[in-house]
């Protein structure tokens, strides 16, 4: 099956969102600074849940499953600056910060992440 720029694009577009719903549970991250205290609660609006509940959508398997392989596709980019690219306006970041972060202009950096999935689908479309 050929994958289309589009697709390619809008794949890992859903792939950053599935990586973003996965459960974190908790001290599943390296600890920082070694604290074991409870979260201080700052506001008494914030003690007894005045605040709107946040229901967190756990992705599927076959989510999680399209996410890797979407994250596999960055392989086939060799610059880590063009995957930084690519993943970055994946996650819906804007070009300022991108062009930032990698030290390139606008145009420069949308041609190279335009190249980038090119190189994604010669690879695939194998």
Not at 23 to 29: E, M
Not at 49 to 75: C, F
Not at 104 to 122: E, K
Request: aromatic residues 6%.
């Amino acid at each position: 099956m050929a994958l289309t720029t589009t697709q390619i694009v809008d794949r890992l577009e859903l792939a950053a969102s599935t990586l973003r719903r996965l459960p974190n549970p908790p001290r599943s991250t390296p600890r920082r600074d070694g604290n074991i205290w409870p979260q201080v609660i700052h506001d008494v609006h914030e003690a007894y849940g005045y605040n709107k509940t946040q229901i967190r959508a756990v992705p599927s398997a076959k989510d999680i499953q399209h996410m890797e392989e979407a994250i596999d596709w960055l392989r086939y980019i060799s610059e880590p600056d063009d995957r930084k690219i690519l993943w970055m306006r994946a996650e819906g970041f804007r070009w300022r910060p991108i062009c930032i972060q990698v030290g390139l202009t606008r145009s420069t950096a949308h041609r190279r992440a335009v190249a980038a999935v090119l190189t994604i689908q010669r690879a695939i479309n194998r």
